[in-house]
């Protein structure tokens, strides 16, 4: 099936007698399918830990590429399977590297809330928050998700807190439109404009209006309020609802 191996199939299954008793017979001890995926790919996803370790210890490339760039790290963190991130990211260097949309292992744990392998990758990596190529962060997953502590880990570790994907849109717009008080809250806080446009000209304060998220209506408004000059939080509403 689209150049799978009985190794494939094992690492998949989580068999880990059979896969140690194929690996010591076998010349390629981590083959890839057509879609490049491979047996250690298969034991990441699924959480298998001691056929990841069988085979990382077997092989040099230890965080291997598929044709869309997912690499085992890319779904254990995506699966949320601890031990098996602790073992990879303790066993390469670049921990972090993007797949072929620009994501990376910490974008996909961020947006499942993951806070344990957050904590694990950005710890060991430069760029605590970064961008795919549509400008998304493990941050704007993060709160659009409502992961309140994945997202406090991050802004204590990033000097820019709001920045802006390709549509304009930041952390800020998604946690409101989706009322996410506490977010929201956690971010004004650490920013300074406080109610920021999009490319359409859309603010946290239109989306969450929108959505009838009151309580963080008038938590934005309270904060734009003395300097912004779209302070009229009644006309603000009236023109959504």
């Known amino acids: ?28 001890k981590n083959p890839k399918s057509e879609s490049g995926l ?3 790919h298969f034991a990441a996803r699924n959480g298998q830990l001691s056929i990841c370790q069988l085979i ?17 790290l890319h779904y254990a963190a995506r699966n949320g399977h601890i031990s ?10 670049d921990m972090n590297t993007s797949n072929s949309s620009g994501d990376t292992p910490l974008h996909f744990a961020a947006e499942k809330g993951h806070f344990k392998i957050c904590k694990q990758i950005i710890e060991k990596i430069r760029t605590k928050n970064p961008e795919n190529d549509d400008g998304w962060t493990p941050l704007h997953y993060a709160a659009r998700n409502g992961h309140f502590s994945v997202c406090e ?27 996410h008080l506490k977010i929201c809250k956690q971010s004004i806080e650490k920013i300074s404009a406080k109610n920021p446009e999009n490319d359409d000209g859309w603010t946290p304060l239109h989306l969450a209006a929108q959505n009838k998220h009151m309580e963080l209506c008038k938590l934005i408004h309270d904060h734009i309020k003395n300097n912004d000059s779209r302070s009229n939080l009644n006309e603000d509403l009236s023109c959504i609802l």
């Open 84 to 93: 098996v991130c602790e073992f990879i990211v303790g066993k390469i260097d």
């Open 38 to 40: 491979t047996p250690l």
């Open 1 to 28: 099936m689209n150049g799978w191996t009985p190794l494939h199939y094992a690492a998949k299954d989580g068999y880990s007698a059979t896969c140690e008793l194929i690996i010591n017979e076998v010349k390629d």
């Open 153 to 179: 880990f991050i802004i204590g570790k990033i000097d820019d807190v709001n920045t802006s994907n390709s549509s304009g849109d930041t952390p800020l717009h998604f946690a409101a439109e989706k009322g």
């Open 56 to 72: 990382v210890d077997n092989v040099q490339d230890k965080n291997p590429k598929d044709k869309t760039g997912w690499t085992p």
